[in-house]
């Protein structure tokens, strides 16, 4: 692949910014500056990641991106948010500037977190890693920590394996699992994401959603070292464990 279309694919900018990055040296390649945006670059990343720097910003190719973010609250996943910023402005530009592949305009949340629930949000621009994710036939989990206003009973807890009705579907709506970790916290696994579903279904049993998080997508867990607002790059095992 040449150099600068490698930086495009890469979400450095347009073509021609790119090779004029390349053209001002401002491009190394495994510590070595480019000047030559025709330049051929071998990707074999079976054999070693491939590395490069743009104005001095480590970055490493991907051929498609896979990411996850610790979503704080007060963030839209959205492109055009409303009142709130976009939890995109929480991503390297690059990343924010890859270009569309197939029908996927670029890097996309898998699904989405409303603007006060925080916690594990993935990113890609790989459609079908996308579909596979967000359709309910596939029946990924997503587990989520809750705050509740009132204190849990067994009762809301049967209620919400049984099913609960919710005022856009006459079918229950049951979850994957519910245990009550505390008095006021509950641990709720679903495997489809209607609007508003967790805080819907809290208030189908009687109680109130005070505080949300999402802990675990699959079998890949928010690790802990990773604040909120932060991201960084699944691992070919952290996507083992989204695998069904």
């Not at 692949?1 to 021609?16: A, I, P, V």
């Amino acid at each position: 692949m040449r150099l600068s279309e490698l930086l495009y694919s890469q979400g450095f900018g347009t073509r021609r910014i790119c090779a004029g990055l390349i053209e001002k040296g401002h491009v190394a390649l495994n510590g070595a500056v480019c000047t030559e945006p025709s330049t051929e670059v071998a990707l074999d990343l079976a054999a070693r990641p491939l590395a490069f720097s743009v104005q001095g910003l480590s970055w490493q190719y991907h051929e498609r991106a896979y990411v996850m973010l610790n979503k704080p609250a007060g963030y839209e996943c959205s492109h055009r948010p409303g009142a709130w910023p976009s939890v995109y402005t929480l991503l390297p530009m690059p990343l924010r500037q890859r270009p569309a592949t197939g029908k996927v305009a670029g890097v996309q949340a898998v699904g989405r977190l409303d603007q006060d629930t925080t916690g594990l949000l993935l990113l890609s621009d790989d459609g079908a890693f996308i579909h596979r994710m967000n359709s309910p036939r596939h029946h990924v989990p997503k587990v989520y920590e809750v705050t509740t206003r009132h204190p849990l009973d067994e009762r809301q807890i049967e209620r919400l394996r049984a099913g609960v009705v919710l005022d856009d579907d006459p079918r229950p709506v049951a979850a994957g699992g519910a245990e009550a970790v505390e008095e006021h916290h509950l641990r709720l696994t679903l495997t489809e994401g209607k609007y508003h579903q967790v805080k819907r279904m809290v208030a189908a049993v009687g109680n109130r959603v005070e505080a949300l998080h999402r802990s675990r997508v699959g079998g890949l867990a928010l690790p802990a070292d990773l604040a909120a607002g932060q991201w960084r790059w699944l691992s070919a095992d952290d996507l083992a464990l989204l695998r069904p």
